[in-house]
């Protein structure tokens, strides 16, 4: 069993930056693929990125060239670095593990 926990949301100015962070612990070494989704109020959740064990990463197109996914495997984390923010990257952030496993989420606001 696998559980994830988030931090580093926050509320940030239209054009800064934030990292969120994704700690899992349990059964980490069975995680082949981490992701990072958002769910703005009212919306569908969105996935985001993705990282798999051999370090592959893919972006969605909303989100390319703007936020970049990394891992450290030596303390089981995933970060997502967001830069140029814009106030509708305001959502809660969640981090997944294979499809199957879901945090807590971390709020991420944008504003003035």
């Known amino acids: 069993q696998v559980r994830l926990v988030e931090s580093g949301g926050g509320l940030v100015q239209p054009g800064g930056s934030l990292r969120l962070s994704c700690a899992a612990s349990?059964?980490?070494?069975?995680?082949?693929?981490r992701s990072w989704y958002r769910q703005a109020p009212g919306k569908q959740r969105e996935w985001l990125a993705s990282?798999?064990?051999?370090?592959?990463?893919t972006y969605a197109d909303s989100i390319k060239g703007r936020f970049t996914i990394s891992k450290d495997n030596a303390k089981n984390m995933v970060y997502l670095q967001m830069n140029s923010l814009k106030p509708e990257d305001t959502a809660v952030y969640y981090c997944?593990?294979?499809?199957?496993?879901w945090g807590q989420g971390t709020q991420v606001t944008v504003s003035s």
């Open positions: 997944n593990a294979d499809s199957e496993t």
């Open positions: 349990g059964s980490v070494f069975r995680i082949y693929i």
């Open positions: 990282i798999t064990r051999h370090s592959t990463t």
